[in-house]
């Protein structure tokens, strides 16, 4: 069986600055992957490239997401195939209540899979159990997209849109970054909740201590636009122990 | 103004004099109207205060009103009801065609005009130009007096319906709120008939000591017409004067309000929003000035200016010496929509006091790239999400109409302004 994701020699560059430089990965279906890396090394770069950001100059390779040509898809489009991308800045928007967001982002990927849009009482009691796994207050419903929210908050948020959306493929950017202990097991309950067969998970992140919660299959380490070295969770304790910088002597 | 314009104003005057009642405006004051203009001409863009404003339709403008041209009022059928916007419930409506009073299409009788000839005319402060034009050829007066006890609930609905090349229209607003009363006034300005309207309304307000009004302006006029409003209040001693204006309509509109906080602890509260598209102009100019201890003022503005159209917002606050503990607050921020559309959001401050608290804040810009890829991530399409931002700019502003019927009905119309989808109907 072929991966759901398979990234092949991918390169980007924001302006006349190349940053990724022919980036080599494949996901399989039901497999959770980590890509670790030092900053700058075009992490996430290339979470926000697979998600369609604009800015990015594309100047080689290929995306192939279930057997589609992901980059040639529009941000929404990709959205509503089953991609989803945790950001590591979720933004505030004033003026859009949270639950209309979520229940105009569901029914979007809903209308786009041939399903029936579900009505107000149906979702909001999904939303409500979502956000009791999640430990979120009810006062949540009523406010608005990410207004005055904490770090951890925003976090939270950030995977209950997942949960709820239910993609193929989440891309998580950095989502452990600026969270306490409490938080970060909250957040990786949640992640692990939606772990199965039919769905990959891809984590980026700078520290390997959130891949105690989630334990991935495979890491991959990232260093100047290129995966350098890939190997199983074990590799994740290496670098924690000896820091990046070997990995890029062996890879120079 | 050209002298053309001027030599033009004297003359319609000096032809309609004899017929405009005097019950409205005395003699003596219209003809010292028509000579100050003559004097001080109307405002041009060249003035630092109007240069956003569109003017330009004061050209071809006839500008007596239809009551003194044979031939009466331009529409060859009267006016139906149903021809107007729905009632308000709760709220006792004014219907005034073409600025004069028709009792046909109102839901009450109004107070007795002839009494404002004998009460004091007051002197127009600040930038009054428009109001001396006004001055020359108003035909009517809504006199709304509010004395204490129960709170009050009027509507003035204001119908324009003649083409500017054949009359004009001069709403006049008097307003007094007594000492401790309480008066909630709507007042809205729609075309019927004809969308291509000239209105130069005036409205001169006055709040007693303790005295408070809440004021809901509407300006819904037909797509090329012409409005221009000069607004002057005061307020006494721990007076409130809270204003929400939503300008939606015409092709052309300005506003003046210049608000004087007189007494100690009074406050003054400003809520402006805009939406122009195609080729429309919103200019909107505010004057707040603290002249007395512990007052308080707030502005703020929303604006969103699509296709080319063009909106602008100047306030300014004027503290003055002995204005201690003043608080003074403003917000005006400005979306661009097209990219030929302008925005022009101009914040002031004048100061002559140490003891003061002011914030004041100014923006102007485009949708936000970030947080339109945030919706677009979520599987929404660029369209449904810009119209989400769009409404959503508005909505702290549209949320302060805490009227219900006036909430929904301007709700809608913002609707249609900026194309809100199917799927977005359920914020309504």
């Known amino acids: ?220 380490v990232l260093v100047n636009g290129r995966i350098a070295k890939s190997g199983d969770r074990t590799l994740a304790l290496e670098l924690e122990r000896r820091g990046y910088e070997w990995v890029s002597e062996e890879a120079a | 103004m050209s002298t053309a314009l001027a030599t033009r104003i004297a003359e319609e005057y000096a032809a309609a004099s004899s017929e405009l009642p005097v019950r409205v405006v005395s003699a003596a004051r219209r003809e010292l109207a028509v000579k100050a203009l003559n004097a001080q001409g109307l405002p041009v863009t060249r003035d630092e205060n109007w240069k956003y404003a569109n003017l330009r339709a004061l050209e071809r403008v006839r500008f007596a009103p239809p009551s003194v041209q044979p031939g009466g009022t331009a529409s060859a059928t009267p006016l139906s009801a149903a021809a107007l916007p729905a009632p308000i419930a709760g709220y006792e409506r004014h219907t005034y065609v073409d600025g004069v009073f028709s009792a046909e299409l109102s839901s009450a009788a109004r107070a007795d005009v002839a009494e404002s000839a004998q009460t004091r005319e007051r002197a127009h402060s600040g930038d009054a130009r428009f109001a001396l034009l006004n001055d020359a050829f108003a035909d009517d007066t809504a006199r709304i007096r509010a004395s204490a006890g129960a709170l009050a609930c009027v509507e003035l609905l204001f119908v324009a319906s003649s083409e500017a090349a054949r009359a ?95 007494g100690a602890r009074s406050a003054a509260r400003l809520h402006a929003l805009a939406a122009a598209d195609q080729h429309q102009t919103h200019d909107a100019y505010a004057l707040i000035e603290h002249a007395a201890p512990q007052t308080l003022s707030e502005q703020v503005f929303r604006g969103i200016a699509a296709g080319r159209a063009r909106v602008a917002f100047n306030g300014k606050v004027t503290v003055c010496a002995g204005a201690a503990g003043t608080d003074s607050r403003q917000s005006l921020r400005g979306l661009l929509a097209g990219p030929e559309a302008e925005i022009d959001v101009r914040p002031q401050l004048e100061i002559h006091t140490d003891d003061v608290r002011c914030s004041h804040g100014a923006t102007a810009g485009k949708l936000d790239d970030s947080v339109l890829f945030y919706l677009l991530s979520r599987g929404l399409d660029p369209d449904t999400a810009q119209q989400l931002l769009k409404w959503a700019f508005l909505a702290d502003v549209v949320a302060k109409i805490d009227i219900p019927d006036l909430k929904r009905s301007i709700e809608r119309a913002l609707a249609g302004r900026i194309d809100v989808a199917a799927d977005l109907k359920e914020l309504l």
């Open chain 2, 168 to 262: 004009s229209s001069y709403p006049r607003l008097d307003v007094k709120v007594s000492a401790g009363a309480r008066l909630n006034l709507i007042e809205r300005h729609v075309s019927v008939a004809s969308d291509a309207n000239f209105v130069n309304s005036v409205a001169d307000i006055e709040l007693a000591s303790g005295a408070c009004l809440t004021h809901f302006r509407v300006q819904q006029l037909g797509a090329r017409a012409t409005w221009i409003d000069t607004l002057n209040a005061t307020v006494e001693a721990d007076g409130s004067y809270q204003q929400h204006l939503v300008h939606l309509g015409a092709l052309a509109a300005r506003s003046t309000y210049q608000v004087r906080l007189a």
């Open chain 1, 1 to 220: 069986m072929s991966a759901l994701l398979v990234i092949d020699n991918l390169k980007v560059a924001v302006g006349d600055k190349p940053v990724l430089n022919g980036v080599n990965l494949a996901v399989p279906l039901g497999e959770v992957h980590a890509i670790m890396g030092p900053n700058g090394s075009g992490k996430s770069t290339l979470a926000h490239v697979l998600a369609g950001r604009p800015g990015y100059t594309l100047t080689g390779g290929s995306v192939i997401f279930d057997g589609r040509d992901l980059l040639s898809l529009a941000p929404e489009e990709r959205a509503r195939a089953g991609v989803f991308l945790g950001f590591q800045y979720p933004v505030e928007i004033p003026g859009v209540n949270n639950v209309y967001l979520l229940k105009a982002a569901f029914n979007a990927v809903r209308k786009h899979r041939g399903l029936p849009e579900v009505d107000a009482f149906e979702f909001l009691g999904l939303v409500r159990e979502k956000m009791k796994f999640m430990r979120m207050d009810e006062s949540f419903l009523g406010r608005a997209v990410n207004e005055g929210f904490s770090g951890g908050e925003k976090k939270r948020n950030e995977i209950l849109q997942m949960l709820i959306l239910e993609p193929k493929l989440a891309i998580l950017d950095e989502t452990d970054s600026g969270l306490d202990i409490d938080a970060l097991k909250i957040v990786a309950q949640g992640v692990n909740s939606v772990r199965g067969p039919e769905r990959s998970i891809l984590l980026v992140t700078h520290y390997q201590r959130m891949l105690d919660y989630i334990v991935p299959d495979c890491v991959h």
